[in-house]
């Protein structure tokens, strides 16, 4: 099973860039599907990005595309989510997951970490 830490978020004005880090523990975490995850206040948790094992593809939800770019480093047991020209609706906590496929790692209910917090002021 892979344990995961993420980390890397903050506040920033809207325009800014961010770069967010999951670490990750277990020794399958280079044959899993990895993604990022985020939940805003009220809101239900929302798939953000996703990267297969190799590092591509990659995928995105339409209102990051073009911004975000996920990438991961296997032999670092470590996924990022590079954030650029954030907005104000991009703040939420953001989480990251693993798992075998991306069918379940858009759709299981994963044992979700902490996250990270980021606030994009106006």
């Known amino acids: 099973q892979v344990q995961l830490v993420e980390s890397g978020g903050g506040l920033v004005q809207a325009g800014g860039s961010l770069r967010l880090s999951c670490a990750a523990s277990?020794?399958?975490?280079?044959?899993?599907?990895a993604g990022w995850f985020r939940q805003a206040p009220g809101k239900e948790r929302e798939f953000v990005a996703g990267?297969?094992?190799?590092?591509?593809?990659?995928y995105y939800v339409s209102s990051v595309a073009g911004r975000f770019t996920i990438s991961r480093d296997n032999a670092k047991n470590t996924v990022y989510l590079q954030m650029n020209n954030l907005k104000p609706e991009d703040t939420a906590v953001y989480y990251c997951?693993?798992?075998?496929?991306?069918?379940?790692?858009?759709?299981?209910?994963?044992?979700w970490g902490q996250g990270t917090q980021v606030t994009v002021s106006s």
């Open positions: 990267i297969n094992q190799s590092g591509a593809p990659t």
């Open positions: 277990g020794r399958t975490f280079s044959a899993s599907v």
């Open positions: 997951a693993a798992d075998l496929t991306t069918y379940r790692l858009r759709t299981k209910d994963h044992k």
